[in-house]
């Protein structure tokens, strides 16, 4: 659905237009239904294309400390894949517990749930308690969505009981023509980035952030070799990238040589085929023969065992990482695309003091500093492909089916890619041949 305050948006209206056109009473979304929980229970393949749906629905109401964001573009994360399956439990769960909660968070309790945990847009309104962000400011979305009361949140945003996943533990997420967000969400959006560009690096990047670099991670340093699994996804990509910069050596486990050469222009010399170690048994990173298989390639490639595994595909490759990881090492450990029940052989943890280290998201600070490296050029954004949103379930299933390089975007309002740039000199700096590493 278009609206007046939609168009002068696209048409890069000024703050005080902005102000002066009314909300519309509803938006276009994509979604899924409360009533359609139950329909992907005894099939095999649970194509999100079924699940996922384009609709208007109502606009919420603006607590205090909320902007609403007229969203130009967004971004598919795989827990978007996760609730367009209702797996592993429908995120109407979520929803409930919020609505308990009552209050400003009893909208969330609805029988649908706008999705999407990655947006970049314009701010069109505030609420009355809002400080540091105006009607006009361009912006991208960080996904954690915090309980400011609680005291943990005051130690690390993620440590607090309520912390959520927004756009998959609450409602009226990214995947959308407007977004409610809190205050304690937003960052600038980098202006050497179009909007699809921005859209796509936030989730991803600050939890490959916070896992490799920041204290509360693997504490990366110059010199370590740090085997990354996907290292072409949305995760991985990034979790490169970052490696790189560090001073760190990167080995990056992919599945084609198509994937193979963009790691390559990325700069990740050390690269390894994991079809050349299965050999056409899918099953062999599950095993220890397939184990020493992949770390004979390990040390092949650059000499020595990993100081740190980024571990995010779960079952299928747990047990190798932990196998993987040198005396003393680390496995850091988010998602788990693959699955969340891990087995692996006590032995290599214990009696090789490894650890294993669990990460989720990023609070904002860690957000804001990866966002900054986004607008000084030093990490660039893994974007491979752009739909458009009535295109979305098409979107969310190339992810869910691995079809992907790096992140999927998706645009919302703006009415085609390219746009948003709004410091055209610092973009050329960083390079367009740079910027579209991933757009093969």
């Known amino acids: 659905m278009n609206s007046t305050l939609s168009e002068a948006v696209v048409a890069g209206a000024d703050a005080q237009d902005l102000r002066a056109l009314p909300v519309p009473e509803s938006f276009t979304a994509a979604v899924v239904r409360a009533g359609d929980v139950g329909m992907f229970e005894g099939v095999g393949d649970k194509d999100v294309r079924k699940s996922l749906l384009v609709e208007d629905v109502p606009m919420p109401e603006l607590a205090p400390d909320e902007a ?31 609505g308990k909660a009552g209050g400003w968070e009893a909208r969330h309790d609805l029988p649908y749930q706008v999705v999407g945990s990655d947006a970049s847009g314009v701010i069109v309104r505030t609420g009355s308690s809002v400080r540091r962000w105006n009607v006009g400011d361009h912006v991208v979305v960080a996904p954690a969505y915090v309980d400011e009361q609680d005291p943990d949140t ?12 927004w756009g998959f533990e609450t409602n009226f997420g990214g995947l959308a023509h407007y977004a409610i967000v809190r205050a304690s969400q937003l960052m600038p959006k980098p ?18 952030y916070r896992m490799l670099v920041s204290e509360r991670g693997a504490r990366m340093k110059q010199g370590d070799v740090v085997l990354v699994w996907g290292a072409t996804g949305g995760l991985g990509s990034y ?37 050349d170690i299965e ?37 299928k490759t747990f047990g190798a990482s932990v196998f993987l990881a040198r005396r003393g090492g680390t496995v850091i450990t988010c998602g788990s695309s693959t699955g969340y029940d891990h087995t692996y052989d006590n032995r290599y943890l214990w009696m090789r003091l490894k650890r294993i280290i669990g990460s989720h998201g990023a609070n904002l600070h860690e957000q804001c500093e990866v966002n900054r490296l986004f607008s000084l050029g030093h990490l660039v954004p893994a974007l491979s492909k752009t739909y458009v949103l009535p295109e979305v379930a098409a979107a969310v299933r190339s992810v869910q089916t691995n079809q992907h390089i790096g992140k999927v975007g998706v645009l919302c309002l703006a009415p085609g890619p390219g746009l948003g740039v709004t410091d055209p000199q610092a973009r050329a700096k960083v390079g367009e041949d740079r910027l579209q590493i991933f757009r093969r």
């Open 191 to 208: 202006a050497v980035l179009t909007w699809e560009e921005a859209a796509a690096n936030p989730l991803c990047a600050s939890t490959a």
């Open 279 to 315: 050999n056409g048994d899918p099953g062999a990173l599950e095993r220890p023969d397939g184990w020493k298989k992949l770390g004979a390639a390990i040390r092949d490639a650059v000499g020595e065992d990993p100081h740190i595994v980024f571990e995010h595909t779960g079952r």
């Open 239 to 275: 979790a490169v990238q970052l490696v790189l910069n560090g001073g760190g050596i990167p080995v990056g486990v992919v599945n084609s040589e198509e994937k193979a050469a963009v790691l390559r222009t990325l700069g990740c010399q050390a690269v390894i085929n994991r079809s």
């Open 68 to 98: 609403l964001v007229a969203v130009m573009a967004s971004a598919i994360n795989y827990n978007t894949v996760w609730t367009a399956m209702f797996e592993p439990l429908p995120t109407f769960q979520f929803l409930k517990q919020m």
């Open 154 to 165: 005051h130690r690390d945003g993620m440590l607090g009981a309520r912390q959520k996943a």
